[in-house]
């Protein structure tokens, strides 16, 4: 999987790194100024999160199914719930369908407490 992350330009650029915690799959954001979106609070930017997101559904995705191609996402929709501060971010991925042409993931992204979320998203990929 990390050679996966490290394929991916903009997971790389990012510096998301990969975790297996309780027979999950874990992805971490590591917290860098230059992913400040608002500097009076300070916050990530809300796009960086966005992204996170879906790259976590993603390698989820590709874990779980063993595909050996990218699935494509044909929707991603994103609840931002509270400000994300300055310190790392951990997100999981869900998958609620594996289907050979259709998959339905849902994430969650926390900082400090997992049940405190920053963010949450709903993606459709389109896995052929």
Not at 92 to 119: N, T
Request: glycine share 10%; proline share 6%; charged share 25%.
């Amino acid at each position: 999987m990390k050679r996966l992350v490290a394929a991916i330009p903009y997971a790389r650029l990012l510096g998301i790194d990969i975790e297996r915690v309780d027979g999950g799959l874990e992805c971490v954001l590591p917290f860098r100024d230059d992913l400040i979106g608002n500097t009076r609070l300070p916050a990530i930017h809300g796009g960086v999160i966005g992204a996170f997101l879906e790259l976590t559904a993603l390698l989820r995705l590709i874990d779980e199914s063993g595909v050996e191609s990218v699935p494509r996402p044909i929707s991603f929709s994103i609840d931002y719930l509270r400000s994300a501060g300055p310190r790392p971010t951990r997100a999981r991925g869900e998958i609620f369908k594996l289907g050979r042409r259709i998959s339905h993931v849902r994430v969650i992204a926390w900082q400090e407490e997992r049940d405190r979320p920053v963010a949450a998203g709903n993606g459709k990929f389109l896995m052929a």
